[in-house]
């Protein structure tokens, strides 16, 4: 039978405790928003692309120039594509109580559940109508993305336009 070297529990602990926990009691909250507005490279020069992970599907996405004009985006693709409407559920383990960080322990079984996490996955292409106007003032341009489920609540953001490719 093999003994548990002790020795690197104890370094190891500190390491865990850090990385999963953030400081309030409970586990780090898991990332479920991310947004990337840009222009890909050796791409189409005149094209942004918008990747956004959420847990709503993407529904509408433009471009707003400086005067309020609107330009709408071409194509949106909500992936993976499941009976849920572009959601798929995304397992991930939960933690037993609040300060507690459940390891294998040999002599009682390890208290350990897991739930689902559901994120969408969206991705979508604005043809920038006018470069010329956009490379002079494309700090002023800002990208607006609704976030919803129709009749449903949805949420707005509005995040800053992409610096043109050179």
């Not at 529990?9 to 898991?30: M, N």
């Not at 071409?74 to 499941?82: G, K, M």
């Not at 037993?96 to 996490?117: C, F, I, T």
């Not at 990208?143 to 992409?162: C, D, M, N, Q, Y």
């Amino acid at each position: 039978m093999r003994r548990f070297p002790w020795g690197r529990l104890a370094i190891l602990l500190p390491l865990l405790s850090a990385a999963c926990f953030d400081g309030s009691g409970g586990p780090a909250p898991l990332p479920t928003q991310q947004i990337e507005v840009i222009f890909p490279p050796h791409g189409i020069a005149d094209q942004i692309m918008i990747d956004a992970t959420d847990p709503l599907p993407l529904r509408v996405a433009e471009l707003v120039a400086p005067d309020g004009t609107k330009t709408m985006a071409d194509a949106i693709d909500i992936s993976p594509s499941s009976p849920l409407g572009g959601m798929a559920p995304t397992p991930f383990p939960s933690f037993g109580g609040a300060n507690e960080l459940n390891l294998p322990n040999p002599v009682a079984g390890a208290n350990r559940s897991e739930g689902r996490l559901l994120i969408t996955i969206s991705k979508a292409t604005i043809r920038v109508p006018d470069m010329v106007a956009y490379r002079r003032d494309w700090r002023k341009y800002r990208i607006r993305l609704e976030f919803g489920r129709p009749p449903g609540a949805s949420e707005t953001h509005v995040v800053e336009a992409p610096q043109p490719p050179r």
